[in-house]
């Protein structure tokens, strides 16, 4: 079963963190995207830019709107996303404790219904 880890924790820039608090992360990151890829889970990791350089956009009414930041304003944000491949949730929620991140914030999982593979949707696990 193919799942999404959503990475939720406070913000803070590299200013905030300090050299070395910000060579601690990327280093637990690198290790922990490494554990997965080597365990033959890993599908893709991706770490995002900060929130304030989000830009939403929605439609509800039939009217375009395009607004600077996230659509949730709150404390903690997406920070990032790993999507694994595992036999099942427990294995996903052991991957999950494991996440640099849970330490501070939160880890989402979610698995995944569909995704766009050479041209076209693969079948949709609905549940």
Not at 17 to 31: S, T
Not at 37 to 47: F, I, N, W, Y
Not at 73 to 80: N, V
């Given at each position: 079963?193919?799942?999404?880890?959503?990475?939720?924790?406070?913000?803070?820039?590299?200013?905030?963190?300090?050299?070395?608090?910000?060579?601690?992360?990327?280093?637990?990151?690198?290790?922990?995207?490494?554990?997965?890829?080597?365990?033959?889970?890993?599908?893709?990791?991706?770490?995002?830019?900060?929130?304030?350089?989000?830009?939403?956009?929605?439609?509800?009414?039939?009217?375009?709107?395009?607004?600077?930041?996230?659509?949730?304003?709150?404390?903690?944000?997406?920070?990032?996303?790993?999507?694994?491949?595992?036999?099942?949730?427990?294995?996903?929620?052991?991957?999950?404790?494991?996440?640099?991140s849970?330490?501070?914030?939160?880890?989402?999982?979610?698995?995944?219904?569909?995704?766009?593979?050479?041209?076209?949707?693969?079948?949709?696990?609905?549940r």
């Amino acid at each position: 079963m193919r799942y999404t880890l959503l990475l939720h924790y406070p913000e803070m820039s590299a200013a905030d963190l300090g050299p070395e608090a910000l060579a601690e992360g990327m280093r637990e990151f690198d290790e922990y995207a490494k554990a997965l890829d080597a365990a033959g889970v890993l599908q893709s990791a991706e770490v995002l830019q900060p929130s304030e350089l989000t830009t939403t956009v929605t439609a509800a009414d039939g009217t375009l709107r395009v607004q600077d930041g996230p659509y949730a304003d709150t404390k903690e944000q997406l920070g990032g996303t790993f999507v694994i491949e595992v036999d099942d949730l427990d294995a996903a929620i052991g991957w999950a404790g494991r996440a640099p991140s849970v330490g501070w914030g939160a880890v989402e999982i979610r698995p995944v219904g569909t995704r766009f593979v050479d041209g076209a949707w693969t079948a949709f696990d609905y549940r």
